[in-house]
């Protein structure tokens, strides 16, 4: 049912777009960067990402939605956009960075699909709730599995909190901007890697 397929595709907008400017500015990515973004929605951070990368790639499902962002974003040469669920679509094999506001009920099965790639990016940025943020963080106590097996090879971190009123519809939950890098050196604990 029509009703039902957008309940599960749905989404909530970040609508302020000097906020989006800044976190772009803040972040890792630059012009030499290929950069992919899952769900653009209305296109505010597509905008943003194509001034600041060399490369964009912007997944969309929701077929609407992706006919609007054809027409909008129509002579940007550095845009490639698609139809389809990222989460059935390969990887690039060059180097890569993410940033992306993601449906929330995808969180896990997105991490999972970068993170576990032969190919993961050099540098990630998703827009989540915030208790989904916190099974991927160290804490002095209480980890969940998914944070212990994460830490030794990947520095997990909170670089911003949202206020609701940054999105349309507003969201029931608070969210964060968990940024997810690779180390440069996999954490050891003497002469045994950390698993």
């Not at 302020?16 to 772009?24: A, H």
């Not at 669920?85 to 506001?101: A, G, V, W």
């Not at 916190?134 to 002095?140: L, N, Q, S």
Request: aromatic share 10%; proline share 8%; hydrophobic share 35%.
């Amino acid at each position: 049912m029509y009703w039902l397929r957008k309940r599960l595709l749905s989404q909530n907008f970040l609508t302020n777009r000097q906020l989006v400017q800044q976190l772009i500015r803040d972040s890792s990515i630059g012009k030499q960067d290929l950069v992919l973004e899952i769900g653009p929605g209305h296109g505010i951070i597509t905008h943003e990402l194509a001034r600041a990368a060399r490369q964009v790639e912007a997944t969309e499902l929701d077929p609407k939605l992706y006919q609007s962002l054809v027409q909008h974003f129509h002579g940007y040469k550095n845009l490639k956009l698609s139809c389809g669920d990222f989460l059935k679509q390969p990887l690039p094999s060059l180097p890569y960075k993410i940033f992306s506001n993601i449906p929330f009920r995808f969180t896990g099965e997105i991490l999972r699909k970068l993170l576990y790639s032969p190919n993961p990016p050099k540098d990630c940025y998703l827009i989540v709730q915030l208790e989904a943020a916190d099974k991927y963080i160290i804490h002095p106590k209480n980890n969940t599995m998914a944070s212990i097996l994460l830490q030794p090879w990947w520095d997990t971190k909170i670089v911003h909190s949202f206020s609701r009123s940054d999105f349309s519809p507003k969201p029931n939950v608070d969210c964060v901007l968990l940024q997810i890098q690779p180390r440069s050196t996999p954490l050891w604990l003497g002469s045994r890697e950390i698993y």
